[in-house]
């Protein structure tokens, strides 16, 4: 959606732009950005919910959970943080790209156009902010850090969780956006 990315690049404009700046801040630490992903995610999962049978597929997704251990969480590096994270949006946008196979409305299949490019963009914030890329192998086995959903509007529930908690919280900390706060 032209939109969302207009408005990223509105806010990474403005954040360069704010008076009284001798350089440029990293508008990529702004968690405004990140907002805007979670308010699109919010309008998906409510197209999502309106839409009832014609978004009904019979199908399972495989999903990240999304519940944070803070004690655990504080303990990881941010290398195992960003794992985590990067692994969580792979699985994310797998399940969401499979939707663009369904026959899904007009306005559905750009939800979910939307929630994809969006997944992009978190990504490229994420490099930009020196946290290392990770995409998980594809063995077999279980991993005991996804769980399994039944609907379309129970996985972008995940989806806005997923922002909300573990990526919110690797973009808060990232060490480059915490250089210069005392």
Not at 75 to 91: D, K, R
Not at 120 to 144: F, M, N, W
Request: contains cysteine; aromatic residues 6%.
């Amino acid at each position: 959606m032209q939109i969302t990315r207009l408005f990223a690049l509105l806010l990474m404009v403005l954040e360069w732009t704010r008076p009284g700046l001798s350089s440029p801040l990293r508008p990529i630490c702004d968690l405004r950005v990140l907002d805007h992903f979670i308010k699109e995610a919010w309008d998906a999962e409510a197209a999502m919910k309106a839409c009832k049978d014609d978004c009904s597929i019979a199908s399972n997704f495989t999903v990240p959970l999304t519940r944070v251990d803070f004690d655990v969480w504080e303990a990881m590096n941010i290398e195992e943080q960003a794992q985590e994270v990067q692994s969580g949006l792979h699985v994310l946008n797998e399940a969401i790209s499979s939707l663009q196979i369904s026959n899904q409305t007009d306005v559905l299949q750009s939800h979910i156009d939307a929630s994809i490019s969006n997944i992009a963009s978190i990504r490229q914030v994420l490099r930009s902010l020196s946290i290392p890329e990770y995409v998980p192998s594809t063995s077999g086995g279980e991993d005991k850090e996804m769980q399994k959903v039944s609907s379309i509007s129970e996985l972008f529930q995940v989806h806005i969780n997923f922002l909300r908690g573990k990526v919110r919280l690797l973009l808060a900390n990232a060490p480059v956006c915490r250089q210069g706060v005392s």
